[in-house]
């Protein structure tokens, strides 16, 4: 099973979660959105702690959903100052669709605590992947990325779900260029998602060591995409356009 082998990867654990205001005002219209798309019933959702930052904080993920589908994977934050997609990640965890959805709410809780770009250790997690990785500079600067490639607990733990569960799709949430980010494989998924949410598709080279370089050159056969969000916190119809379009994304074949 999926769910044991991450458990041997990271661990298990029973830490509770951080709930968001947002999340929860969505609820109600994620919810029947489903229901309207002809969604099947799926299993409860199930917490999966995959393990912790160098802070000691967990990483979690929710999985819910038919597992005979294509997975499709949300990352709601990995800056810990660009906290919107959050919001999206913890409405889907209340959805229960026919997708196979895997949920990380946060990948950097770190630096959501301190309110930082980077995590505990000054090191842009969205910097520290292999694919074209570049060195230089010293923590704490804005795109610092790190000493050498997954040199972050956070880093090695993502990968090590993204190649274990070898996602159809992978959505990262970021802020604040109002804009869906893709390039090379991931073009197609990515302006079907900015046609759903009602956003402009940026299509346009990956930057070095980005998490959604390293899966579009790591597994071809999948779609790595960000989304950048406009600044601040979703209203509860911008969030919903957002349920609606991860939803209709994980639909298609």
């Not at 930052?53 to 994977?73: K, Y």
């Not at 842009?124 to 074209?132: E, F, G, M, R, T």
């Not at 923590?139 to 990968?159: H, K, L, N, Q």
């Amino acid at each position: 099973m999926v769910l044991l082998a991450v458990g041997a990867i990271a661990g298990c654990g029973g830490s509770s979660m951080h709930a968001s205001h947002d999340a929860s005002a969505a609820a109600g219209p994620a919810a029947s959105t489903a229901a309207s798309s002809g969604a099947g019933a799926s299993a409860s959702p199930r917490r999966i702690e995959l393990g912790r930052t160098a802070g000691g904080r967990p990483l979690v993920a929710i999985h819910a959903g038919d597992e005979r589908s294509p997975p499709v994977l949300v990352v709601g934050a990995i800056h810990g100052n660009e906290l919107a997609g959050v919001a999206v990640a913890r409405a889907l965890e209340r959805i229960r669709a026919g997708a196979d959805l895997w949920v990380v709410p946060e990948l950097n809780p770190d630096g959501a605590a301190r309110g930082t770009r980077q995590n505990g250790r000054g090191v842009d997690l969205n910097a520290n992947w292999s694919s074209q990785w570049r060195g230089g500079g010293r923590p704490w600067d804005v795109y610092y990325p790190g000493p050498a490639p997954f040199s972050e607990r956070e880093t090695r733990i993502a990968r090590a779900l993204i190649l274990r569960i070898r996602p159809h799709v992978t959505v990262w949430y970021h802020q604040h260029m109002d804009v869906v980010w893709a390039w090379g494989p991931s073009t197609s998924a990515g302006r079907r998602y900015a046609r759903y949410a009602g956003m402009r598709l940026y299509h346009h080279r990956w930057l070095p060591g980005t998490a959604a370089n390293w899966q579009n050159h790591q597994l071809p056969d999948s779609a790595s995409f960000t989304v950048e969000l406009p600044a601040g916190s979703l209203t509860t119809r911008a969030l919903d356009r957002h349920v609606r379009a991860v939803l209709a994304l994980a639909a298609h074949r």
